[in-house]
């Protein structure tokens, strides 16, 4: 009969280890995916990067949070230098800047909606375009 004491409380202390580390590995399990969730979730400066000293014409999709917007906008050439913000179907929200020569600046507008919009650049020089 002890025999089979000793074996039950093995096969009970055996059922208990595994019901204990599987428990702890969900716990760890929903800790990763709580991280890895928190990990998708990008820092909300860096959606806002949206291009960064390049050359000449560029269309690029932007996506854009409700409220003001404050774009830095820097532009180093010769020539005409125009920066839209447009909604997906082609119309134009607001106008970032329509300047001649070398230009640094910043410009606030109000988006109306958290959506994809379209920033069109047309220029022939290098520039950057920041979401502050």
């Known amino acids: 009969m002890t025999e089979r004491i000793k074996f039950l409380i093995s096969v009970f202390l ?3 280890l595994v019901f204990a580390c599987s428990s702890n590995k969900s716990e760890k399990d929903k800790g990763n995916q709580s991280n890895q969730n928190n990990q998708q979730q990008p820092d909300p400066k860096d959606q806002y990067h949206m291009v ?3 050359s000449d014409d560029k269309t690029q999709m932007i ?8 774009f830095q906008i820097i532009f180093e050439g010769e020539g005409n230098f125009k920066v839209n913000v447009l909604y997906t179907d082609g119309k134009l929200l ?5 300047v001649n020569g070398n230009y640094k600046a910043k410009k606030t507008i109000t988006v109306p909606t958290t959506s994809a919009y379209i920033l069109d650049v047309h220029c022939k020089g290098k520039w950057s ?4």
């Open 94 to 98: 607001d106008t970032l800047a329509n």
């Open 52 to 54: 960064e000293m390049f």
């Open 14 to 16: 055996a059922v208990s």
């Open 129 to 132: 375009v920041y979401r502050e």
């Open 63 to 70: 996506d854009l949070i409700e409220g003001k917007a404050t």
